[in-house]
């Protein structure tokens, strides 16, 4: 049974709750999302599994999930990215913030979201029970496609990217 950590507004540590049940009652929860750029500033984006148990088959930043009781979250980010990108790459944490997003199927993401970016350019060896693709695309690129098939990515990739856009702007000026 996968556990979530419960936080309140300030991440601070509530208790913990079974992942299901806390995106059934939308309770505020510990995540990250890792974004991960390439030497020509690309994002690597996934397109999640069509099997996952929300949004499958959208395209979002490179990984996310939820740390487990007691993980620290930078061990947690990169175990994931692990898990589902078939890679590593040092990892830093960019920023927070906190979001909600309902799901037609009665769950709701609400997370405090702890955002790491890094950079790669080797192997990638999806894992095909998580991602069903992956590509690297322009900060531009994605900016448009998100205005052109906003459908097509998760809703937490709509508020997560212009914050971590503005952030690689002012971090990694070229």
Same mark, same amino acid.
């Given at each position: 049974m996968e556990q979530v950590i419960l936080v309140n507004e300030q991440d601070e540590v509530l208790g913990v709750m079974e992942k299901m049940e806390a995106h059934e009652k939308a309770l505020l929860h510990r995540a990250f999302s890792? &974004?991960?750029? %390439?030497e020509k500033h /690309? +994002? +690597?984006l996934q397109k999640r599994a069509i099997t996952k148990y929300h949004s499958g088959g959208l395209w979002t930043n490179t990984c996310c999930s939820h #740390?487990? #009781?007691g993980e620290p979250i930078e061990l947690a980010a990169a175990r994931r990215l692990k898990e589902e990108m078939g890679f590593t790459t040092d990892l830093s944490k960019a920023?927070?913030?906190t979001y909600s997003a309902a799901f037609s199927n009665g769950l709701t /993401?609400? *997370?405090?979201?702890?955002? &790491?970016t890094g950079r790669y350019h080797g192997d990638i060896?999806? %894992?095909? *029970? /998580?991602? *069903?693709?992956y590509a690297f695309r322009s900060l531009q690129e994605i900016a448009s496609l998100l205005e052109q098939e906003p459908e097509s990515f998760t809703a937490w990739f709509h508020i997560a990217? #212009?914050?971590?856009?503005?952030?690689?702007l002012v971090n990694h000026k070229s």
């Open positions: 890792v &974004f991960v750029f %390439n /690309e +994002l +690597l #740390p487990r #009781p920023f927070s913030f /993401e609400h *997370e405090f979201d702890h955002v &790491f060896h999806i %894992n095909r *029970e /998580e991602v *069903e693709t990217f #212009p914050k971590v856009r503005d952030w690689y």
